[in-house]
């Protein structure tokens, strides 16, 4: 199955700074590569996701880059504000499929005003 | 607006009891997610279901079981809970065309 490693387990950032959190994963028939951002009390929710058939997507401060080749992909997150405090959980789709993934342990990410 | 819904949203329970977890959901989704998630651990899948008809396990099944009793409904149970099943538990929601998966609100559940 797949296996999801996601670093760091924690940031803390100034607010304005970039965040930059990690994943790497294990099958190299994954192709769909999702990021959840969970606040405080929430529930999870789908902020941005990548195919393998592109190296980068963005939307607004956010971005995410995929290396298939070395098997990791990555969020940016630019110009951090407060609100952009939060859990973010990547995830992977397990057998190379898309509607089951496994999701990494989660970054807990603290912008400090 | 379409939602997911979970019942209850707060249990304690004791060692040994049953317990049910709800989960309704008004979007029209075909798939059906149960997920706990414990401290550094992030979200791990017990069980998940395609249509009405089917159940698969995840891979954290044993000690839990469900039932899809319907589109809209999709039920965890724990038949004798143990302490080491407190968690915050979430059901989720996708469709067959997209991969985006929808959260519900959480059931946290304590075990004494």
């Known amino acids: 199955g797949e296996n999801v490693e996601q670093h760091p387990s924690t940031l803390s950032v100034q607010e304005g700074d970039s965040a930059v959190i990690k994943c790497t994963y294990s099958?190299?028939?994954?192709?769909?590569f999702p990021w959840y951002k969970q606040e405080l009390g929430k529930r999870p929710q789908l902020i941005i996701d990548i195919r393998s058939n592109v190296g980068e997507k963005k939307d607004q401060r956010i971005a995410v880059t995929l290396n298939k080749t070395a098997k990791h992909f990555s969020l940016h997150i630019t110009e951090t504000q407060p609100e952009d405090s939060a859990v973010y959980f990547c995830?992977?789709?397990?057998?190379?499929?898309?509607?089951?993934?496994?999701f990494g342990t989660g970054t807990k990410l603290q912008v400090i005003p | 607006d379409a939602d997911v819904t979970q019942t209850p949203r707060n249990r304690i329970t004791k060692t040994g009891k049953r317990i049910m977890l709800e989960c309704s959901q008004t979007?029209?989704?075909?798939?059906m997610y149960w997920y706990r998630q414990d401290p550094g651990l992030g979200l791990r899948l017990i069980y998940y279901s395609f249509d009405v008809k089917d159940i698969n396990k995840g891979e954290i099944s044993d000690g839990y079981s469900v039932s899809r009793q319907a589109q809209a409904k999709f039920s965890l149970s724990l038949e004798s809970a143990i302490p080491n099943q407190t968690a915050l538990y979430f059901c989720?929601?996708?469709?067959?065309?997209?991969?985006?998966?929808?959260f519900g609100p959480g059931t946290r559940l304590t075990v004494l």
């Open positions: 995830a992977a789709p397990v057998s190379g499929g898309y509607q089951k993934v496994t």
């Open positions: 979007k029209g989704h075909d798939r």
């Open positions: 989720a929601t996708s469709e067959i065309s997209s991969n985006e998966q929808f």
């Open positions: 099958d190299s028939a994954s192709n769909y």
